[in-house]
């Protein structure tokens, strides 16, 4: 059975940083691309940021510079860096994973699992 489960959210001002985590269990991690996504109240899940099965990255304009997102296979870990975070970025942070991509990608339709999601709220 296929877990993922995301931990590390909160509550953080305008210019802080949260570093959140996703836990993996029951896939091969190192066999996946992983994403991460968020979905604010009233909007769409977008694509924040994705690693490729080879540790190629890519990222939303709206976070590059910002997020750093990072993949530890030995414990099936994927993690998100969050830095100088805006009340935009306010929203439920989801991780997912894909066995169909060999470069990392944004759109949710190329992910088969996901997580619950872990909310993050960054207050002015």
């Known amino acids: 059975q296929v877990q993922l489960v995301e931990s590390g959210g909160g509550s953080v001002q305008t210019g802080g940083s949260l570093k959140i985590s996703c836990a993996a269990s029951?896939?091969?991690?190192?066999?996946?691309?992983m994403g991460w996504f968020r979905q604010a109240p009233g909007k769409e899940r977008e694509g924040v940021a994705s690693i490729s099965r080879g540790q190629t990255t890519i990222y939303a304009d709206s976070v590059k510079g910002r997020f750093t997102i990072s993949k530890d296979n030995t414990n099936s870990v994927l993690y998100l860096r969050m830095d100088n975070l805006q009340p935009e970025d306010t929203a439920v942070y989801f991780c997912a994973a894909s066995t169909k991509l060999f470069s990392p990608r944004l759109g949710p339709a190329d992910y088969t699992y996901w997580g619950q999601g872990t909310q993050v709220t960054v207050s002015s």
């Open positions: 029951g896939i091969t991690f190192s066999s996946y691309s």
